[in-house]
């Protein structure tokens, strides 16, 4: 089995991040996101405010952490 790559120590990172924040917020928002986190010792944005998918210049592959909820009669845009 070949050795984790970085985009993939760098997304387990974001996402221990993002579960550390969740246990001392009721629910996150961009705010609490914005700082993003420190890897290696440079900082990676876990968010981008003007966009939903999103991906930090260090990694390779898109990073989701938000969701929307849709406004009960408006359009799904897709269902995952």
């Known amino acids: 089995m070949d050795p984790p790559s970085l985009d993939t120590l760098m997304r387990v990172a974001a996402f221990e991040r993002v ?6 917020h ?3 928002t961009t705010s609490e996101l914005k700082p993003g986190f420190l890897f290696r010792g440079e ?4 968010v981008n405010p003007q966009r939903g998918l999103f991906k ?3 990694m390779r592959f898109l990073l989701s ?10 359009k799904v845009w897709y269902d995952d």
């Open 43 to 46: 900082r990676i944005a876990l």
């Open 65 to 74: 952490i938000k969701t929307v909820f849709p406004k009960p009669g408006a």
């Open 56 to 58: 930090p210049q260090q």
């Open 19 to 24: 579960r550390g924040l969740n246990e001392i």
């Open 26 to 28: 009721d629910h996150l």
